[in-house]
């Protein structure tokens, strides 16, 4: 039966009379002579009260009621039936006819041609079948591209452009799929592994791609609520894995597509987050190797204070894990992912890069995460300065520990992307940017410990020279030449090997005065009793050593810049103090009362200790009383400032 006829038979019913108000028939010459569009049925709805209306009315609904079980008659005729001779021209013409009434008419057509379509598909994949296993995924797949070209060269034309009923096929075909395989993977649990999941994810995020390359990806399930077609959160990849050039990544805002089927496997990625941790356990145990033997240390070729070979392996590997992970879920296992990059971050700390320091510097690092409650307060007599290589793989700790300290802060932020919001908080890699900032400063502070140690013997024999008996004051002493000469030999090295970590070298530098010069002054101290003359050589000793501090982080460097005004101010300051303190032994002490305002006029934070040390050094022999006179002295003018000072 044509649709036309329906709508244009004369003899289906008696003709109805009706007799419109006046003031209904004006309104509808009204709306019928103007441009107004309006629906005649939902306008009449406010006049149920007349009889006419209302019967036709009821009329109306009677003839749609007709039309939509005649055509999803005709339809079912046309396609289950065994001898139909309904026409293709026919059930198009009737698609027409749906688009004009209720929606929910179409989407029961829809359901029931879904149903139809895959049909076969869901007979040949039934549990029992055993092609309906993970193993042959890609089976059911190639069976859904042979359907929709045999559909889109058969009866696609039936339908109209706008229902995108190809979609339609391939979005219910998505949700049958997934629903399958959850309900197979549930009842066969024992028979997935990491190796068989993720071939099927990848199978099925190559699929789900094909799909998002070859419809628009938008949601039908408001047009056809019944479908009830689910869709889980949008994922995307960074689409940059060179291992897997089949794999593009969707459009930046996601695809509706990616995940259709893939969430299904989502319960079951602790098996592959276990997966990783087993490989970047392996990966590990070998870094750990090839750091103790020496072999894939230093990146080749690159020199000292290079970025350790391994730190780009470990991290290359995170962000394939991050970016695979990241297809399947931003749910609980990206936690559980973050987790084990966690753990590994560590290791590669304590373990690869602990294994990379010199003698009797690792050990210390494995149990307390750190060097420095094992470095001595003063250099070890007994212990060699590190060699060339070692200083070399020290400055490659440092910038390799940036290296990843930089990196774990973008990995940080990465995770935090990839997950779903309500977990991102959850994420927190503060610890091991702790981590790597330690391992950063202990070996900072191995480095000084090195440099103060070479410079330890010039020291020694300053406080071995017979001050008192200086009669001339000459050029700067042999001890001062061979602490400058420590410092030209060592720093230029460092300074290279840190020229892509150039603060850390500033942390160097400031570190060594800060501890440097404290010591040299507690060696001024000890070179007593002083004469005049040989106090004078002392000072002209010390004003030579703090020009040479000024210009060591540029020393031997061929372009001459300014050091940083930390670093001189650090520098002045306490050089200035070894200074004021042999001004001190040459001042008079007079009264003593006198020296006692000079004392703190120039060494505003001294001690009453310092004070004893400067009359030590001056060789005053006092009687107690003077001693407890000049104390008594001492504390008074040190109350004095401080009242000045409130």
């Known amino acids: 039966m044509d649709s036309n006829d329906i709508l244009d038979d004369k003899d289906s019913g008696p003709e109805v009379q009706i007799n419109f108000p006046s003031s209904v028939m004006t309104r509808i010459e009204e709306m019928m002579g103007g441009t107004e569009q309006f629906d005649s049925a939902e306008h009449f709805e406010g006049y149920q009260s007349i009889r006419e209306l209302s019967a036709l009315r009821d009329q109306v609904t009677a003839i749609r009621a007709q039309l939509a079980a005649q055509i999803l008659a005709d339809f079912k005729e046309a396609f289950t039936g065994s001898k139909s001779s309904i ?92 629903n399958d395989l959850a309900a197979l993977m549930a009842s066969r649990r024992s028979e997935v592994d990491v190796k068989l999941l993720l071939y099927a994810i990848q199978k099925t995020y190559n699929f789900e791609l094909l799909l998002h390359k070859r419809f628009t990806g938008m949601d039908l399930g408001a047009e056809v609520p019944e479908v009830n077609l689910e869709k889980p959160p949008a994922l995307d990849g960074d689409g940059d894995n060179k291992d897997e050039p089949e794999v593009t990544s969707p459009a930046a805002g996601g695809s509706a597509w990616v995940g259709q089927i893939g969430a299904c496997f989502e319960p079951y990625l602790s098996l592959y987050v276990s997966s990783l941790d087993a490989n970047l356990s392996d990966l590990m145990d070998r870094f750990t190797q090839d750091a103790k033997s020496g072999v894939g240390g230093v990146g080749a070729g690159s020199g000292a204070g290079a970025v350790i070979a391994s730190c780009a392996d470990l991290f290359l590997f995170y962000k394939k894990c991050l970016v695979q992970c990241a297809r399947l879920t931003t749910g609980e296992p990206m936690l559980e992912l973050a987790g084990v990059f966690q753990k590994y971050l560590r290791q590669y700390a304590t373990s690869v890069l602990a294994a990379l320091l010199p003698r009797g510097a690792a050990p210390g690092l494995l149990p307390a995460l750190g060097l420095t409650a094992l470095l001595p307060g003063q250099p070890d007599q007994d212990r060699a300065r590190y060699t060339k290589q070692e200083v070399a793989k020290i400055t490659s700790v440092i910038t390799t520990a940036e290296y990843c300290l930089e990196t774990t802060v973008h990995l940080e932020q990465k995770l935090k992307e990839k997950v779903s919001p309500s977990l991102a908080d959850k994420i927190d890699m503060t610890a091991e940017q702790d981590l790597f900032h330690k391992i950063i400063s202990d070996c900072i502070q191995l480095l000084v410990a090195d440099l103060e140690l070479a410079c330890e013997p010039a020291l020694q024999a300053m406080t071995k020279i017979s001050w008192v008996h200086f009669d001339t004051v000459g050029d ?42 404290p010591k040299f002054i507690q060696h001024v101290y000890r070179c007593k009793p002083l004469s005049t003359v040989g106090s004078e050589q002392l000072l002209l000793d010390t004003h030579m050593l703090k020009t040479a501090l000024l210009e060591l982080p540029g020393a031997g460097s061929a372009v001459r810049r300014p050091a940083p005004a930390t670093y001189t101010k650090v520098v002045i300051k306490l050089m200035t103090k070894a200074e004021m303190i042999l001004k001190l032994v040459m001042a008079p002490l007079g009264s003593g009362e006198a020296f006692a305002a000079q004392f703190l006029a120039l060494l505003p934070d001294a001690s009453l200790q310092d004070f004893h040390r400067v009359l030590d050094m001056k060789a005053a022999r006092l009687s107690k009383a003077q001693h407890a006179a000049l104390d008594k002295m001492f504390r008074d003018a040190t109350r004095a400032q401080n009242d000045d000072n409130k």
Request: a positive charge; aromatic letters at 12%.
């Open 476 to 517: 700067q002493s042999s001890y001062v030449t061979q602490i400058v000469m420590h410092l030209k030999n060592t720093v230029p090295e460092l300074r290279d090997s840190l020229a892509s970590s150039r603060k850390y070298f500033t942390q160097f530098c400031i570190r060594f005065a800060n501890s440097f010069i």
């Open 87 to 178: 026409s293709h021209r026919t059930l198009s013409e009737a698609c027409g006819v749906l688009d004009i009434l209720e929606p929910r008419v179409r989407a029961d057509l829809l359901n029931w041609f879904l149903q139809v379509q895959l049909q076969e598909y869901q007979h040949l994949f039934s549990a029992e079948q055993e092609q309906a296993w993970v193993s042959h995924v890609e089976r059911r797949y190639a069976w859904l591209k042979r359907h929709l070209l045999a559909f889109e060269e058969s009866l696609a034309a039936l339908f109209p452009p706008a229902w995108r009923l190809s979609e339609r096929i391939a979005q219910h075909f998505c949700k049958i799929t997934r």
